[in-house]
């Protein structure tokens, strides 16, 4: 952390760190990336992957927009920058700011050479943290600095982290203290050669052994593998048997699930909603598992608990209960395995593109599951493969379009993501409607999109995802398809109205509905009672007067944890009803847009009826004249909280013992705000903060309380708000609130713990 914070004043000052795969390069550089003094020495941070397959396009734009937060407008912009406009936007960016930018994973010394001029010399003490196996890399970026070269763990450190992960706290008892066991875990341990992903994934899988008779059987698995290989290969042949191992213990169940993780790109981040929805159409997890108490997508959450219990899958984030998993990663290793394992299974096929064709031919040699990683922005699909079942494109939807020209040649396929991006009006085949056996349909258009009658013909279809940008055509079939579990319409600029209501719409599998038009049809005869298994909901109100009838309906859907509705009607005559809404215990997160109060003052009525336990709230758009936070600090369950274009008043408090359980607060849009006040006590556990276009005449000195606050980000900031910012340090100087993604600030000041400094800003 030291050799990022020294002042060095050149360009590309470079650290590396340096060391063979699974020994904790990417992990050391994300604990010194997330420290808080590092986030509060530098203006811009960004962290990008490299990997093998080096797409420079690809690390710039996830770069800038790391640097510049754009808004999703200005974000559609910088993607249809060519290669050197977005090269020169970074170092525009860059160049009077101190940055850090981790590259991780990085091969090849030509792959820096390329990015190298996208990046200046920037402030002074701006870096770049490499993180690599091949030490020339590391010395030839930048001579002047010493690699930092990782050095295995020694056998006490080896056994106390064995120990960690075979003995977690809950399975702690006499075995841990065990002679016998300590014995054949340490000889064990000794094969992992110091490694720390070898002897991680080894404590993953004797944490499920729990007899001496097991724990021998591990012992000479590994033992007998390593008896026939040179000295030499002992270190990585230990680590490929004990991971090899590790599939090979793996329950039948849980087999194919991990192999599937291989069609994922090196060092991608996995949404977990989206991992286990493909593994349910894939067949993975069997209906038969379902009970009324537990759904096919809850015993999906299961397995993936498992694999990371094994030490197989990483946990990257969490969701905003702070507790569950939001997204994965695997580590290369694993991943290696994973796709030469299934390629040995005939399970899986992954097919890299080349750089110089667009086309991808099919033929009946390859395996019934592909995976695509395209190297162009456009791939079509030809030939013939008439057993094909899967056709998987992991890359984001903006990035690439995917199209194949005659879908009934694929009849047996049962996952399918279809993708353009260069068309105004997208009609959709309606040879899709011979694809009998889909179950999992993702559709991407930059345009309007009109979904053919055949679309009915999906009798299996479990997942309908569609994203779009101007409209969207829903034939009333899909409402008739009864094994649909979800179905997400999301847009990507702004909202319109859902799609309408189907009286043959009677499926009860219904998890995700996002988003639903509510008019008289879906009020009467109760019909919404039929959606038993709802989680997240999506509703778009036309009529004010709808939403307390469809309330008093969903206080009856134990399982809705999500929901979402957007009030259309401005014609609101006193204020919205919610008082139903309080009696929803089960919900914990909701988001509310449109106006909610027709009369002045009458907002504080509304808000006392949301639900207790909500833990993410995000208000938008919601018209009150009444100050807020009043009501709202007593959600003492709040964790994430949006407020946005929501407040029209002049002045907001934050009362003392407020918000007890936040933990991140966004405030934009609100441009009348002129004063906000902090009482000591407020807000105790805040740790991220962002003001977005606000027009706060001072900075609120109450953030000097807030011991927890670790990060602030500012945007659009009113100009007396600019001159005069205020930044408060409770703890000697160790520790400063940091002010970044301003354009317009050149520096941030360490203030000492008892002054409260004015900074200028230029």
């Not at 559709?443 to 309007?448: D, I, P, Q, R, S």
């Not at 299996?460 to 899909?478: D, R």
């Not at 902090?678 to 001072?698: D, F, K, Q, T, Y």
């Amino acid at each position: 952390m030291t050799m990022l914070m020294t002042e060095e004043d050149r360009p590309h000052a470079i650290v590396s760190i340096v060391g063979m795969g699974g020994l904790g390069k990417t992990t050391l550089a994300r604990k010194v990336y997330n420290h808080v003094e590092v986030r509060h020495h530098f203006d811009y941070l960004a962290w990008v992957y490299i990997s093998q397959q080096c797409k420079p396009r690809e690390v710039l734009l996830s770069v800038l927009m790391k640097v510049l937060s754009p808004s999703k407008d200005e974000r559609e912009l910088i993607e249809k920058l060519d290669e050197n406009e977005m090269w020169k936007r970074l170092f525009d960016a860059l160049k009077e700011k101190r940055y850090l930018v981790v590259l991780d994973d990085i091969w090849r010394s030509e792959d820096w050479e390329i990015l190298k001029p996208a990046f200046p010399r920037g402030r002074k003490g701006s870096k770049i943290l490499f993180t690599t196996r091949n030490r020339n890399v590391a010395l030839n970026a930048d001579p002047c600095n010493t690699p930092m070269e990782l050095s295995l763990l020694t056998n006490d450190e080896s056994w106390n982290l064995l120990c960690r992960k075979a003995f977690p706290r809950s399975k702690m008892g006499s075995q841990c203290c065990s002679e016998e066991f300590e014995k054949l875990g340490k000889e064990m341990v000794k094969k992992c050669g110091g490694l720390p992903l070898a002897i991680v994934v080894l404590g993953g899988l004797l944490a499920t052994k729990q007899s001496l008779a097991q724990w021998e059987m591990v012992h000479k698995n590994i033992h007998g593998h390593l008896k026939g290989l040179p000295h030499q290969d002992h270190q990585y042949g230990a680590v490929n048997k004990i991971l090899v191992l590790s599939y090979n213990d793996l329950p039948y169940h849980l087999e194919p699930c991990f192999l599937y993780l291989g069609h994922y790109p090196e060092d991608w981040e996995i949404s977990k909603s989206e991992l286990i929805q493909l593994w349910i159409g894939e067949g993975f997890i069997s209906p038969s598992l379902e009970s009324k108490e537990i759904l096919m997508e809850d015993v999906g959450e299961q397995f993936l608990e498992e694999l990371i219990n094994r030490s197989l899958v990483q946990v990257w984030r969490r969701d905003y209960t702070g507790t569950k998993v939001k997204t994965c990663r695997i580590h290369d290793l694993l991943r290696d395995l994973c796709t030469k394992k299934a390629k040995e299974e005939k399970f899986l096929e992954i097919i890299q593109q080349s750089s110089a064709e667009f086309d991808v031919t099919l033929a009946k040699p390859l395996l019934r599951r592909i995976s695509i990683h395209p190297s162009e922005r456009k791939v079509h699909l030809k030939g013939k493969h008439p057993k094909l079942r899967s056709l998987l494109l992991p890359q984001d939807v903006k990035l690439i379009e995917f199209f194949i020209s005659k879908c009934k040649i694929f009849k047996f396929l049962r996952v399918l993501t279809l993708l353009r991006r260069n068309v105004i009006k997208w009609h959709v085949s309606v040879e899709i409607g011979n694809l009998q056996h889909l179950r999992y349909l993702k559709l991407g258009c930059y345009g309007e999109m009109i979904l053919p009658q055949s679309i009915g013909r999906l009798k299996s279809l479990y997942t309908l995802y569609i994203k779009y940008e101007t409209h969207i055509v829903i034939p009333y079939v899909v409402f008739k398809l009864e094994r649909l579990r979800h179905i997400i319409l999301k847009r990507t600029r702004w909202c319109e109205r859902g799609f309408r209501w189907r009286l043959g719409f009677t499926s009860k599998n219904i998890e995700t509905l996002k988003y639903i038009e509510v008019d008289e049809r879906l009020i009467e005869n109760n019909v919404v009672l039929r959606l038993t298994n709802i989680q997240s909901l999506g509703l778009v109100f036309t009529r004010s007067e709808y939403v307390k009838p469809i309330l008093i309906l969903l206080t009856k859907l134990q399982r809705l944890r999500s929901l979402s509705f957007d009030i259309l009607d401005n014609s609101i005559l006193s204020y919205l009803d919610l008082e139903p809404l309080s009696q929803c215990h089960h919900l914990s997160k909701l988001r509310l847009t449109g106006a909610i109060e027709g009369v002045p003052n009458s907002s504080h009525r509304v808000l006392e009826f949301l639900p207790p336990n909500i833990v993410k709230l995000t208000l938008d758009s919601c018209n009150m004249s009444q100050d807020p936070m009043g009501v709202l600090e007593k959600l003492c369950h709040l964790r994430i909280f949006y407020l946005s274009k929501a407040y029209n008043g002049r002045k907001m408090i934050c009362s003392a013992n407020g918000f007890p359980q936040l933990d991140f607060l966004q405030i934009g849009n609100l441009i009348k705000l002129e004063e906000w006040e902090i009482e000591e006590g407020a807000m105790p556990c805040l740790r991220r903060l962002e003001l977005v276009n606000v027009s706060l005449g001072m900075f609120p000195e109450g953030l000097r309380y807030i011991t927890t606050l670790q990060e602030m980000s500012l945007v659009g900031l009113s100009s007396s708000l600019e001159e005069r910012i205020k930044v408060i340090d409770e703890r000697e100087g160790e520790d400063f609130y940091k002010v970044r993604h301003i354009p317009s600030i050149d520096f941030v000041k360490l203030l000492d713990s008892t002054s409260f400094e004015v900074i200028t800003l230029h």
